[in-house]
């Protein structure tokens, strides 16, 4: 993943590493200039030295201290008048006033020519190799420092990079603490004038998408208010009907369960609509969630008997902080779940209580359950796992589609385990007893 943090502070690293390689550069090489003219003053100094001591033999050889790096010799008249020990008996260069090169003794000397008064030439000269030696040694001690500073420079740079920063993840952390339903605009106030134009973006985008389910929602209510309108017309035609066939008509029972599970289909987008998190705003408040289901299976228990289904109720009285008619909802699902899937004669059974720090409402029932593989497609819309049911009975693939809305807007966490006392299915719904920040 790609870091604006590291991208600039390795440009700008860079930058200044290249910025400080040509400044020691040319650092170094006017150093060197210099150094090479304190050199050629040294080597005039040195030949003002030999003039003051004057000089009486012919041929002398004299001793110095650094004969190995510094030599000379004195010329009249074409007569070697004195020379140091490592000097070549061969003059070093012709005898005109001014610097040179010459090679001898195996190096390469730097030379310096002049005339006294009395006639004589004084030639002095010094290894070139060590010139160099010097003036390097004592350029590099002045820029190897700046070398160094380079990583505390690129920490320095790191730390100012993230200080300079610091706006932009401010932006981020506002983005990130916003619930999937706010979609108000962005603060943007002390926004610099870099993030101004993606504030303004952002801002754009939410409004967008606020209107875009805005009309979802008036779609969604809408579409269902015109088809509820000809599926009762339907349903009273077909009443109608039933007065004029005989009794027990295969084809009108296939009609009627048609419109039926038609109306249940549309009672079900109506509720994935309304329970969708991201473009719903729930009420909470706190209210007691055993009694919610003790009403709830009440309601249910013609449902149950006419399949010659048993349900029972268990748990105790437990306060949850949410939306009671969102739950109610999410309860009335799972109970229609549980009746048709499970046999004739099967048994379904209801927990709502505390459990540990969670308030757990749990339905078990006597089915077919769900194959281990498709417990997480079960959450898609209109999925539908593969069970005994017949198409007639069966869902319509949205009923765990709206539990599922309706726990992740209680933070709530869902589990779906096969019925420890055999063939079934227990769903556990477990929702924090404390409201979570920005419920």
Known sequence: MN????SLVAMLVAAFTLVSFFAALNGY???MREAEQLLDQQLQYLSDLLILNGTTGTGEIVSTEHGDQLVFQVWREGQLLLRSRQAPEQQINELATGFRYANFSGYRWRSFTRAANDGSWYIVAERDDLRHRVAEEVVLESVLPLLLWL???ALLVWVLVGWGLRPLRELSRQIN???????????????????ERLVASTNSLLERLAASFEREKHFAAHAAHELR???????VHLHNLAGELPPGHTGLAHADAGVERMQHLVEQILDLNRTNPE??????????????AQRVTASAWPMFEQRHQTIALDGESVMLWGDEGLVE???????????KYSPEGGEITVYAGRAGEFARL????????????ERERVFERFYRAGSGASDITAGTGLGLAIVQHIAQLHHAAIRLEDNPVGRGLVVTVEFPLEPERGS
Do not use: C, M, Y
């Open 279 to 292: 473009i719903i705003k729930a009420h909470f408040s706190r209210f007691d969630l055993h009694t919610l």
């Open 229 to 235: 309108t000809p599926i009762s017309v339907l349903k």
């Open 329 to 339: 909802t999410l309860l009335q699902n799972l109970l229609d779940n549980a009746a």
């Open 177 to 195: 603490l916003k619930r999937s339903d706010d979609l108000e605009p962005l603060a943007h106030e002390d926004t610099p004038a870099e993030l």
């Open 3 to 6: 870091s604006i943090r590291v």
């Open 29 to 31: 090489r006017s150093s």
């Open 151 to 153: 990583p505390v420079s």
């Open 362 to 373: 749990q339905v078990a029932d006597t089915g077919p359950g769900i194959p281990e593989g």
